[in-house]
């Protein structure tokens, strides 16, 4: 099972004899079985049948839409895995300490991973990230201690800080970057990672779909009109080991240059060209279908995609028992 993405302007979408369509311009078609399908993302303007949305409804096949940039927009809702008292149970938890325990857990393991990635990316280097690791870990032991879900951000924000600090020391001098920026990204490795958490998400606003949880209703950070913040949640753990790996990969191994990025002035900042923008949607879906032996409570390998549906079950529990220690995030070697 897989994500098709389309990003070239004027396609078409459409459906026959149980077989997505996809219809360029020119005249040339692609054709994709759909059972094959656990979703489609659309990047631009593509237009769609409504044979073709009628056909994903049904099925229960994911399509989001994105501007050209990545921001995103939103997705074809179907009804299907709606659960009223689950997601009574889900809002209920918002105001009890299991907001709390759960983000304990979540950031710390983010901050964890950071750490892992970093020192990972700074072995071909000349340079030593202990000093960032160092106060990373720092704000790690603090978060066990903090009394609320604010100061918990607080923390992350102190270690994330010095994680792109150590992170921009190790990437190639071509794509160099002074710290996190976004809204809109502004430079080369900012649009990569910016598009690439965008993507994530969306992967994350599925799962959390399908469990039948309320995407809106999150635990970690704040209530934000139109934004889905349980997903937010729920990326915490995956980013630098999905994305931030996927886009340090890229740059490293000089499969992008610097020169396939442009600055747009009509929606302002540092966007992929259509071939790094194909380099990189194909790397991400390649990193969402590689197995692995991450998760502490099954003993075989699985792909990402799978372990991002394991861990929302895993949510789900947690909920349904009113117990955030039943929720075991992803922690990288």
Same mark, same amino acid.
């Given at each position: 099972m897989s994500i098709v993405y389309v990003s070239e302007p004027k396609v078409k979408l459409s459906v026959d004899s149980n077989r997505m369509v996809i219809e360029y311009p020119d005249g040339? %078609? %692609?054709?994709?079985?759909?059972? =094959?399908?656990?979703?489609v993302t659309l990047l631009g303007n593509p237009q769609m049948t409504t044979q073709f949305v009628e056909n994903c409804l049904t099925r229960g096949i994911q399509v989001s839409f994105f501007s050209k940039g990545g921001k995103y927009f939103g997705r074809?809702?179907? =009804?299907?895995?709606?659960?009223?008292?689950?997601?009574?149970?889900?809002s209920k938890l918002y105001f009890t300490d299991f907001s709390l325990n759960l983000a304990k857990r979540v950031i710390? #393991?983010?901050v964890?991973?950071?750490?892992?990635?970093?020192?990972r990316y700074s072995?071909? =280097?000349?340079?030593?990230?202990?000093?960032?690791i160092e106060n990373m870990r720092y704000s790690e032991d603090k978060i066990d201690n903090a009394d609320s879900v604010e100061s918990i951000m607080g923390y992350e924000g102190i270690a994330a800080k010095?994680?792109? #600090?150590?992170?921009?020391?190790?990437?190639?001098?071509?794509?160099?970057?002074?710290?996190?920026?976004?809204?809109?990204?502004?430079?080369?490795?900012n649009s990569m990672i910016s598009l690439g958490y965008s993507i994530?998400?969306?992967?994350?606003?599925?799962?959390?779909?399908?469990?039948?949880?309320?995407?809106y209703f999150g635990f970690i950070h704040r209530d934000a009109e139109k934004h889905p913040t349980l997903a937010s949640d729920m990326m915490e753990e995956w980013r630098a080991v999905i994305v931030d790996s996927t886009v340090m990969s890229l740059i490293n191994g000089h499969e992008v240059a610097k020169d396939q990025f442009v600055m747009d002035y009509e929606e302002p900042g540092c966007y992929l060209n259509k071939d790094a923008l194909r380099v990189l949607l194909d790397k991400i879906e390649k990193k969402m279908t590689t197995d692995v032996k991450y998760l502490t409570y099954i003993d075989y390998p699985i792909n990402f995609r799978r372990a991002i549906s394991f861990q929302?079950?895993?949510?789900?529990? #947690?909920?349904?028992?009113?117990?955030?220690?039943?929720?075991?995030?992803?922690?990288?070697r």
């Open positions: 040339m %078609k %692609k054709f994709v079985p759909i059972e =094959t399908l656990d979703g074809l809702i179907s =009804t299907g895995h709606v659960k009223a008292e689950l997601q009574r149970q889900q710390k #393991a983010k964890r991973n950071q750490s892992v990635l970093l020192r072995r071909n =280097t000349d340079y030593d990230p202990s000093k960032n010095e994680y792109f #600090a150590g992170l921009s020391r190790c990437v190639d001098p071509d794509f160099k970057f002074n710290g996190r920026n976004r809204r809109p990204p502004r430079d080369p490795f994530l998400m969306n992967e994350l606003y599925g799962e959390i779909e399908n469990r039948g949880l309320n995407p929302m079950k895993k949510l789900v529990d #947690a909920i349904e028992n009113e117990d955030p220690s039943l929720y075991e995030p992803l922690i990288i």
